[in-house]
């Protein structure tokens, strides 16, 4: 669509009139004939329509006016405003924009354009549809019939004011029962849950999963619009990153299926096998040292796999609330030995009552105090070394730079396995003439 010469000084004055006016009349016109007409305004008038476009549809049609025509807009509009819109674009022409701009307005945009890693902001998405509060329902009617045949069909439809502000959400069944000429704000539900852009991952879950919302909106300081987090498509990847880490600490490919090719399956476990069994070596060689205590004192190898499973089913404990801590970035760098420090007092504490514990069924079923006073003393010791390598492991791998998941697990079972073997029998040699 071309605009005739005769009509761009009418088109002009409609514009410098009622800017609001002229962006709704765009949103409710094909994008084709929405972007010829922003093209034949001046970038001054452009500005001047722009804040007042919802931003979803400001954004599509970005993409179709020239790259310097929207940075000569974005300079004039307030920071916030373009902010906005620029965070409904694809990471590649948000990019080219913003390369185009000065380095001050350039750097105030990219720091409002940030969220944390761990932020609602990072996961959203922009593929939602909202209207301004005062469009009539016929007029909204016909964009969601435009919109349907060329994009996925949005669960929620919004509402908001003429600053971007979230007004509401749309029912569906009040929008074709609505008479024509009505505007949104009169069938508007006003009541909405919202989510702001720096939530954490952990109550973003935790929110999504108590209620019964198809997607949730990400909204500003300000309750501007930025985007959507859709439930199922969030709630799956955190399943999915929970299971990556269950197949990382066992020494499991993440990218492996239950139906993986042999040998792919093969390849991907063999290694980690094979130090599973080095380190299996290291824990023998251990009560290899003691070989000639247990022949004297048989009754100590029924006790072995007692201290040694304890040891590994408490480190497991703790290695799993580290690991979730880290990959939530629940601990930063300085708390690093804070954790470790109260993973191993609980280790310490566990260890004394697990300790008491076994130390009564020992003396109870073989009727000597000093064997439970032995399998005691290694509990505390065994349980004290699970709790702090249950922590120190995935913090020193995250220390490194690798993943803190990637088979904590085998080196977590080695530690346990020998520092159990050898404290449960270094105090049976202390104790040996009580024993016999």
Request: overall charge neutral; glycine content about 6%.
């Amino acid at each position: 669509m071309t605009i005739r010469s005769p009509l761009l000084p009418l088109l002009r004055r409609y514009v410098e009139r009622d800017p609001a006016a002229a962006a709704h009349m765009l949103e409710t016109m094909e994008e084709g004939e929405a972007v010829s007409i922003l093209k034949a305004l001046s970038p001054q008038l452009c500005a001047e329509v722009f804040p007042h476009l919802q931003v979803s549809h400001a954004a599509s049609l970005i993409k179709g006016v020239p790259p310097e025509l929207f940075e000569a807009v974005v300079q004039r509009m307030r920071p916030e405003q373009a902010a906005t819109i620029l965070i409904n674009l694809p990471r590649e022409l948000r990019k080219t924009v913003l390369d185009h701009l000065p380095e001050g307005v350039k750097r105030e945009l990219q720091e409002l354009l940030t969220y944390p890693e761990n932020s609602a902001g990072r996961i959203m998405t922009t593929d939602f549809l909202a209207f301004h509060e005062d469009v009539k329902v016929k007029d909204a009617i016909q964009r969601i019939r435009t919109l349907a045949s060329r994009q996925d069909a949005t669960s929620y439809t919004y509402v908001v004011d003429q600053a971007n502000r979230l007004v509401g959400v749309l029912n569906m069944r009040d929008l074709l029962l609505a008479s024509g000429d009505a505007e949104l704000r009169s069938i508007v539900k006003r009541d909405v849950f919202v989510v702001d852009g720096f939530m954490d991952r952990e109550e973003l879950a935790h929110e999504l999963s108590t209620r019964r919302f198809f997607a949730a909106p990400v909204v500003d300081a300000e309750r501007r619009l930025l985007g959507v987090v859709k439930t199922e498509q969030f709630l799956g990847d955190v399943r999915e990153e929970a299971a990556e880490d269950i197949l990382r600490m066992v020494g499991a490919g993440v990218d492996e299926r239950a139906f993986s090719p042999l040998p792919y399956s093969l390849r991907k476990r063999l290694p980690w096998l094979l130090v599973n069994l080095a380190t299996a070596f290291l824990a023998a060689a251990v009560v290899g040292l003691f070989e000639d205590v247990i022949a004297k004192i048989t009754i100590l190898a029924v006790f072995l796999p007692v201290v040694a499973g304890q040891g590994g089913n408490a480190g497991a404990q703790s290695l799993a609330v580290v690991i979730r801590g880290t990959a939530l970035r629940q601990v930063p760098r300085s708390q690093g030995m804070r954790l470790a420090m109260k993973e191993t007092a609980l280790g310490v504490l566990n260890g004394v009552v697990i300790g008491v514990v076994t130390a009564l069924v020992a003396w109870w079923w073989h009727g000597n105090p000093f064997l439970g006073v032995v399998i005691g003393l290694a509990m505390i010791v065994n349980l004290t070394a699970a709790g702090l390598c249950g922590a120190a492991i995935p913090l020193a791998l995250k220390a490194m730079g690798r993943d803190p998941a990637q088979s904590s697990s085998i080196f977590l079972t080695t530690v346990t396995d020998i520092v159990g073997f050898f404290s449960f029998l270094g105090f049976a040699v202390v104790f040996q003439r009580f024993l016999l």
